[in-house]
């Protein structure tokens, strides 16, 4: 299936690893144009070692919890490559610990990356999307925001927000033809799930290939999701196919996440 993304100009925050770095080689696969950042330049030169032999890419140097961080990522791709189609706004981690253990100061933090971070980047993106006549601002979610539970407070509260960040997003962009949604993992392997601690896991005695095989026993599908499948499902809402999607959020879990809506 075409899906229509040949020349489309792309811009993959925290694209140097895992789950970013998947996006980056899909969309470039299609033959889109990628712009990728990261705070690391060691990272960002390696990811970028690997990208260009798929296609145009470029990077840049940035953290997206800083306002300048993010209009400097927008820039960057919209002057290099003459406009801007696609944000994937993924750069971000899990942040995990009770009320006791969490500070106001380590939430905000997280707030400012994963909320104030695609606040920026949206605000800059906007504009250079209507001189197109649209485009795609796609937020990757992590579980937290659906599904609260012990010890992920901080990650709950935050990734609740960015849902309310799309849905109302997309009622101001829609008319213009930018598509706003958000894309949701759950259970996959990649750098950011390494090491992971699951609630109430039982490991005494018990090898990691064990262990690994109990936590997929919790997901339908009975395995854990790669990068690459979170990336295939971006790819699609970034494309022509997903012309009339609009303030969605997408499950891409295996089943795992337990939620109505």
């Not at 890419?57 to 406009?83: F, H, K, L, N, Q």
Request: charged letters at 20%; glycine letters at 14%; a neutral charge.
């Amino acid at each position: 299936m075409d899906l229509g993304l040949k020349d489309k100009i792309a811009i993959v925050t925290g694209g140097t690893s895992g789950i970013g770095l998947a996006i980056a080689r899909r969309l470039l696969s299609e033959g889109a144009r990628v712009v990728i950042c990261g705070r690391e330049k060691a990272k960002l030169d390696g990811a970028l070692g690997e990208l260009a032999q798929l296609g145009e890419v470029a990077g840049v140097v940035a953290d997206v919890g800083d306002p300048a961080g993010a209009a400097r990522i927008v820039e960057t791709a919209a002057t290099r490559y003459s406009g801007l189609d696609i944000v994937v706004s993924n750069a971000g981690t899990h942040l995990r610990g009770s009320l006791e253990a969490l500070s106001s100061e380590q939430v905000a933090a997280h707030f400012r990356i994963k909320v104030l971070g695609p606040w920026e980047l949206a605000r800059h993106a906007a504009p250079h999307m209507r001189a197109r006549g649209g485009g795609r601002f796609i937020v990757v979610i992590g579980q937290a925001g659906k599904v609260p539970g012990r010890q992920v407070l901080g990650s709950c509260v935050v990734n609740a927000a960015q849902h309310a960040f799309v849905k109302s997003l997309s009622d101001d962009l829609g008319r213009f033809g930018i598509l706003v949604n958000a894309v949701c993992p759950s259970r996959i392997e990649s750098p950011l799930t390494a090491h992971l601690v699951i609630d109430e896991e039982q490991y005494l005695g018990r090898s990691l290939e064990q262990q690994q095989s109990g936590w997929g026993a919790t997901v339908p599908l009975g395995r854990w999701g790669k990068p690459d499948d979170i990336a295939d499902a971006v790819a699609f809402m970034a494309s022509e196919r997903a012309g009339y999607i609009c303030g969605a959020n997408i499950d891409v879990d295996g089943g795992h996440q337990r939620m109505l809506f």
